[in-house]
């Protein structure tokens, strides 16, 4: 298949059905996707990473990314359309599956990136996708030029139609047999400019949402094959525990049980390559028969090497670590000189939970394993990790593995893990059958991927004129790196303390140590990891400092960030960081919410604000305090990400991250005790209620000509400071452990 020639390549893509099929890789392609042209045919019950036109003359694109509620499942489709200047009101867009193939180079995908993580997946798409359907355009224009005997130049395209000079129109479809023939440019085909966009930046609602409020919509738990068993697994609540006995006679007295057995967890210290725990598995016949059968076990468990471990120690153990040198992030200029020749120093301390992500669809996985191929079908976010992972236990090539995305009930980088995926296959290799694995509400907080703990230890030095000339972040905390073998080479503090992060190369001295704790709790990125993590501190202490000091806290911020300039920045969302961008969405968020109002009613104002990923963001609320009860008068967002591509898209995720910030900042935190995870449902980990949110979310977007970043984690790092900085105006409290509400009484 290596030796094929462009022709032929496009030629095997005209279908059965009539349908030009356009592939979304390089126009010089010299091989043929594995797709069986029987599964493109009217039924659609495959795509391959194509653009389909149809008889009559409807689209199909397909959409290559996980989507986890983000909205790629549109986003990207929109890039291609834009190209091929499909008519959006008549595109259909169908999931694609896991592309792993070999090529004539080696392993390669054949729709590019695919997974959901870091906000990505529309600057991954942003020329690729769109040259796919300038491609498929381009084809389409060059079969008219043939038809009409006409020069390419001088013939147009509009809402899926080729536009002659004269006017006439002539649809697609009917030029699908002649395209199919020509041979595709071997170099890239130009791209349109922005001002002839007629679908990116136009608002587009969700193309599945009907099928979702309709329930019609298929995610990861939904998924069946003939003859699976279901399994559910009773998980040892110990770190690294095992199980030491089990009594299963009355599990399989329960009808439709059909097997009982013990799972090993990893070996402690090892890499979490495989499942996360180990525990005893229960095969049923049904949902009901395996969670019966799990509730009737009787299992002794043997505590593993955290025993003693608990949230109170931890925070011992992090005033203990601050006592040492830590691990040099950043040092800029002298801080111990700044220190000696400051007027005056300010310093604080502040503390952030381990946190579960609670997603509303629970892991879940079905996999179907023969001896020469693999079949998985569920919600996942790292397929390729998936593929990794089912390939290195079972021994079978990846190609042989076929992986059917769904969408999925949210992620937030639980899904960047598969050790769900791993006790799947490990059961159903035991079990001899197809296997659809459960998870509960209950085993997924107890066994998660936390986002790290930390304490933020904060000092700031200032001059006669309280103006900053130091400024230092020693961080304490669990590193994010914790027995991921793909994060062994990093810097212990890579995920908890960023060199580059605000307010680095805006002062002339400054100090960034981390000083790594010890703990048996599973870390992982959790929804903008590094930047949820420590954007609390940073920006609840420039608060502090402008408390202190008498000075606008906003007018603080705009004097740090100075006149706009590009700053270099080695984290995720680089090489840039622009001062300017920020300093434009914290200045038109201050504006939105009144900021120089004086307030006399008992409501106080806050603001924050955060680069995260390449995107902007910043984040104003209007709250009182009435004796225990917060009440969040208005609450607002400005986002600069660059050039929107769904306008409807964005603003829904920064309600969304909003929404997830004020949630998670008041209520939620997951705490260990005797080495076990003490929350096991949303009655110990309460998600916000309707009654403590905003009536809504004002979201600004500013309008950007530079290239997209994304947006599903831009909206949530600058809301728990926004919020406890006017919790502070309204109170004069000061709230500096994570989440609020707790602290906040505690306070009062």
């Not at 392993?107 to 040259?131: C, E, F, H, M, V």
């Not at 190369?505 to 959790?526: T, V």
């Not at 390449?614 to 969040?632: K, N, P, Q, T, W």
């Not at 290239?707 to 006017?726: F, H, K, R, T, Y």
Request: net charge neutral; hydrophobic share 45%.
């Amino acid at each position: 298949m290596s030796g094929l020639s462009r022709r032929q390549f496009i030629r095997v893509m005209l279908s059965a059905s009539g349908a030009l099929v356009v592939g979304v890789g390089p126009a010089s392609a010299a091989f043929t996707p594995t797709v069986p042209m029987e599964l493109l045919g009217e039924a659609l019950t495959s795509l391959g990473a194509f653009v389909r036109i149809e008889r009559n003359n409807r689209i199909v694109i397909g959409a290559r990314g996980c989507e986890i509620g983000q909205g790629v499942i549109t986003s990207l489709p929109m890039l291609v359309a834009e190209e091929l200047d499909a008519d959006w009101t008549r595109v259909r867009v169908e999931q694609l599956p896991y592309g792993y193939e070999i090529g004539p180079d080696g392993p390669t995908n054949r729709y590019g990136p695919q997974g959901a993580g870091g906000s990505t997946s529309i600057t991954d798409g942003w020329k690729d996708l769109r040259q796919a359907g300038a491609v498929a355009r381009w084809l389409l224009i060059e079969a008219a030029a043939q038809h009409w005997q006409l020069p390419h130049e001088r013939i147009s395209t509009e809402a899926s139609h080729v536009v002659h000079p004269d006017g006439t129109r002539m649809p697609y479809a009917e030029l699908v047999e002649r395209a199919a023939a020509i041979l595709p440019p071997a170099e890239p085909v130009p791209v349109k400019t922005p001002d002839q966009f007629r679908v990116i930046g136009k608002p587009a609602r969700t193309v599945d949402a009907r099928a979702i409020v309709t329930g019609q919509a298929q995610f990861g738990i939904d998924a069946y094959l003939g003859g699976a068993l279901v399994a559910v697994m009773l998980r040892c609540p110990h770190l690294d525990g095992s199980v030491e006995s089990v009594d299963d006679s009355d599990a399989r007295k329960v009808a439709g049980v059909r097997e009982v057995f013990a799972l090993d967890g990893p070996v402690p210290g090892s890499s979490f390559d495989g499942n996360l725990a180990a525990g005893v598995v229960v095969l049923a016949d049904n949902t009901w028969a395996a969670l019966k059968g799990r509730n009737a076990l009787k299992v002794t468990w043997k505590p593993g090497p955290w025993a003693e471990e608990s949230t109170a120690k931890l925070e011992a153990q992090a005033a203990e670590a601050f006592k040492g040198e830590g691990v040099n992030v950043r040092t800029d200029g002298d801080m111990a000189a700044a220190r000696k020749a400051a007027k005056r120093v300010l310093e604080a301390r502040y503390q952030v939970p381990f946190l579960a992500h609670a997603t509303m669809e629970p892991p879940a996985a079905l996999i179907k394993i023969e001896p020469d191929r693999a079949l998985f079908i569920g919600s996942l976010q790292n397929p390729s990790g998936a593929s990794s992972v089912i390939a290195n236990l079972t021994g079978l090539a990846r190609e042989k593995i076929e992986i059917r995305m769904t969408r999925a009930g949210g992620g937030f980088g639980r899904r960047l893990e598969n050790d769900y995926v791993a006790e799947a296959v490990m059961i159903a290799k035991k079990a001899g059958k197809p296997v659809k694995l459960l998870w509960t509400r209950d085993d997924d907080l107890r066994h998660d991927f936390y986002r790290p703990f930390g304490v933020h230890q904060m000092s700031a030095t200032l001059d006669r004129k309280n103006q900053l000339t130091g400024f230092a972040h020693l961080c304490a905390a669990t590193s994010l790196n914790y027995r991921i073998a793909r994060k062994k080479e990093r810097p212990p503090g890579q995920g908890c303390l960023e060199a580059d992060d605000f307010p680095a190369g805006l002062l002339p001295n400054l100090d960034k140590r981390f000083f790594s704790l010890e703990s048996g709790m599973p870390r992982g990125p959790w929804r903008a990891p590094l930047h949820t993590f420590h954007a609390f501190a940073v920006q609840s202490f420039i608060d502090e400092i402008a408390v202190e000091t008498k000075q606008d806290a906003v007018a603080l911020r705009l004097a740090l960030l100075g006149e706009a300039r590009e700053l270099d920045y080695s984290g995720h969302g680089g090489p840039k960081f622009d001062t300017g961008r920020l300093a434009a969405v914290l200045s038109r968020c201050a504006e939105a919410i009144d900021w120089k109002r004086k307030r006399s009613d008992g409501r106080g104002v806050g603001i924050a604000c955060h680069f995260t990923f390449g995107g902007y963001a910043a984040h104003a609320f209007e709250v009182s305090v009435d004796g225990r009860d917060l009440r969040i008068h208005r609450a607002i967002c400005v986002a600069d990400v660059g050039r929107v591509v769904n306008p409807l898209g964005v603003e829904a995720m920064m309600m969304g991250g909003t929404i997830d910030g004020i949630s998670t900042a008041l209520n939620l935190a997951i705490t260990v005790k005797d080495g076990q995870v003490q929350q096991s449902s949303f009655g110990d980990y309460a998600l916000g209620r309707m009654a403590q949110m905003p009536n809504e979310v004002e979201v600004i977007i500013l309008p950007s000509e530079l290239e997209p970043s994304g947006a599903g984690e831009m909206g949530i790092p600058s809301v728990a400071p926004a919020l406890a900085n006017a919790i502070y105006a309204a109170t004069t409290v000061r709230v500096r452990k994570l989440p609020i509400l707790p602290e906040l009484n505690r306070l009062l």
